[in-house]
T-cell receptor
Framework: SQQGEEDPQALSIQEGENATMNCSYK?????LQWYRQNSGRGLVHLIL?????REKHSGRLRVTLDTSKKSSSLLITASRAADTASYFC???????????FGTGTRLQVTL | DAGVIQSPRHEVTEMGQEVTLRCKPI?????LFWYRQTMMRGLELLIY????????DSGMPEDRFSAKMPNASFSTLKIQPSEPRDSAVYFC??????????????FGPGTRLLVL
């Protein structure tokens, strides 16, 4: 079953604009991760935020985590055409070492 | 490092045939995961191993699916007999999960399976 649900399912923006994707999950987590998947490729890890963290930055990426609302957001600033991909959140829970992936947001960045 | 290696990249087979997917994890990683991705069901975890031992196979859809990891550098996912509904992209991922700061998973390029 899906732990995370991304919103929106699809997003189309122009190059230079910011893109915001949201993820909601159901149970308490150890950490939440965001991954990118280019068409026809495997997933690539972008950033990890722990349950005791509220915000994290990596280059043009900004991730926030609100454990009270069981939600996270991924902000990509100054988007580029190369950012076109699907973005997934994934949660780690309990003592298990596995991740549960959300349904993904398809981002299209046009010139 | 070459990353996670999967073979074959594409597989077309007929219903009832046996299919074997292969994975070589990143050297030194102690966790290996098999996922299946479809449009309808998204990305599903099938099974994962820690130090070559299967830990959780609750995602394996049915007895037609089996996975092995005979050593730290090789794993297989077998479907026998295959059915059209098994058509999907199968990903292998590896990780040093369990060590702070190293919980990320590294994915292979996937095997695109089509069962006719």
């Amino acid at each position: 079953s899906q732990q995370g649900e991304e919103d929106p399912q699809a997003l189309s923006i122009q190059e230079g604009e910011n893109a915001t994707m949201n993820c909601s999950y159901k149970t308490s987590i150890n950490n939440l991760q965001w991954y990118r998947q280019n068409s026809g490729r495997g997933l690539v890890h972008l950033i990890l935020i722990r349950s005791n963290e509220r915000e994290k930055h990596s280059g043009r990426l900004r991730v926030t985590l609100d454990t009270s609302k069981k939600s996270s957001s991924l902000l990509i600033t100054a988007s580029r055409a190369a950012d076109t991909a699907s973005y997934f959140c994934a949660t780690s829970t309990g003592t298990a070492s596995k991740l549960t992936f959300g349904t993904g947001t398809r981002l299209q960045v046009t010139l | 490092d070459a990353g996670v290696i999967q073979s074959p990249r594409h597989e077309v087979t007929e219903m009832g045939q046996e299919v074997t997917l292969r994975c070589k994890p990143i050297s030194g990683h102690d966790y290996l995961f098999w996922y299946r991705q479809t449009m309808m069901r998204g990305l599903e975890l099938l099974i994962y191993f820690n130090n070559n031992v299967p830990i959780d196979d609750s995602g394996m859809p049915e007895d037609r699916f089996s996975a092995k990891m005979p050593n730290a550098s090789f794993s297989t996912l077998k479907i026998q007999p295959s059915e059209p509904r098994d058509s999907a992209v199968y990903f292998c991922a590896s990780s040093l999960m369990g060590r702070v700061g190293q919980e990320t998973q590294y994915f292979g390029p996937g095997t695109r399976l089509l069962v006719l």
